[in-house]
T-cell receptor, first 111, second 116 residues
């Protein structure tokens, strides 16, 4: 089983739709969780950290479910500019912290 | 503006040649990292450095070498021993190596290496 698993997609959704991605992780000792956004042939950029209580930033909501070992990202009112690949990132404390990236979920918002 | 500068953006290499990718940051971050990204795979850690003159192997260090002589610089050399070097290489930095909401990775724009 991969340490961090994501559905690679693509998820094709119309503008204005709500879309949700999940990411599962295998190590129950994982400490920190993030969502990064990566545009085609560009570098990843931090979208948001994921806190135990969940967090929201405008149209984006991230949640953590430690019992089931997954994190989620919800995008409401999708915009064309949301089209990108969304990377799930999990950090585990173990000496020097180990960071594992998922392969990313590709989102295509269509007009 | 503070950030991470990687060069060159695109690089072509013949088999058997060593190449060096540059990474410079002006964020005053202590930790720096090199990742490799291949299609269908997550980013994989090549090397990381917590402080000047110290660095550690990541998951796929074979065929690569690094140095950290200055805080702001962390160049990566792809040697001829790397069997499949064609990839997108990303340099990153963070204030420290303890990841938290306030201590996240910032990436450079990447260097795309193609071996001919």
């Amino acid at each position: 089983r991969k340490e961090v698993e994501q559905d690679p997609g693509p998820f094709n959704v119309p503008e204005g739709a709500t879309v949700a991605f999940n990411c599962t992780y295998s190590n129950s000792a994982s400490q920190s969780f993030f969502w990064y956004r990566q545009d085609c042939r560009k570098e990843p950029k931090l979208l948001m950290s994921v806190y135990s209580s969940g967090n929201e930033d405008g149209r984006f909501t991230a949640q953590l479910n430690r019992a089931s070992q997954y994190i989620s990202l919800l995008i409401r009112d999708s915009k064309l500019s949301d089209s990108a690949t969304y990377l799930c990132v999990v950090a585990t404390l173990g000496g020097y912290q180990k960071v594992t990236f998922g392969i990313g979920t590709k989102l295509q918002v269509i007009p | 503006d503070g950030g991470i500068t990687q060069s060159p953006k695109y690089l072509f290499r013949k088999e058997g040649q060593n190449v060096t990718l540059s990474c410079e940051q002006n964020l005053n971050h202590d930790a720096m990292y090199w990742y490799r990204q291949d299609p269908g795979q997550g980013l994989r850690l090549i090397y990381y450095s917590q402080i000047v003159n110290d660095f550690q192997k990541g998951d796929i260090a074979e065929g690569y070498s690094v140095s950290r002589e200055k805080k702001e610089s962390f160049p990566l050399t792809v040697t001829s021993a790397q069997k499949n070097p064609t990839a997108f290489y990303l340099c990153a930095s963070s204030p420290g190596t303890g990841f938290s909401g306030a201590n996240v990775l910032t990436f450079g724009a990447g260097s795309r290496l193609t071996v001919l």
